[in-house]
């Protein structure tokens, strides 16, 4: 997300559309910025003014926390070790790759 992003595009990004008209028509918030300089008790107490249910909540708050990030996490390049089975494979498809060595050689 860039600066300046309306809020109902990243919203649509974590699949939590249906909420755009309650948070930037009802509630006011329009730019994700605003929304990231929230509290999390405050992002929960809006998500409870919006009636989210409690999976779509855990999901605004880890998409709008403080938590979340806005720019790309660096990439981490990590040597599998060679290991190319299924569990190495569905670990790098999760950009989980790091934890093959242990999972898969242990």
């Known amino acids: 997300m860039g600066m300046g992003e309306p809020v109902a595009l990243k919203l649509q990004e974590l699949g939590l559309e249906q909420y755009a ?6 509630q006011g918030y ?3 910025e605003t ?3 929230l509290s999390a008790e405050e992002l929960g107490e809006l998500a409870d003014d919006v009636k989210m249910k409690p999976g779509h909540k855990r999901t605004f708050l880890s998409g709008f926390g403080t ?3 806005t720019a790309a996490p660096p990439e981490v ?3 599998m070790g060679g290991a190319k089975g299924p569990v190495a494979l569905k670990l790098q498809e999760l950009g989980l790759e790091q934890y093959a060595s242990a999972i898969v050689d242990d």
Do not use: F, P, T
């Not at 008209?21 to 009802?26: G, K, L, M, N, Q």
């Open 35 to 37: 929304l990231q300089s």
């Open 77 to 79: 390049k990590v040597d």
């Open 30 to 32: 329009n730019m994700v």
């Open 67 to 69: 938590s979340a990030s």
């Open 21 to 26: 008209s309650a948070i930037v028509d009802d």
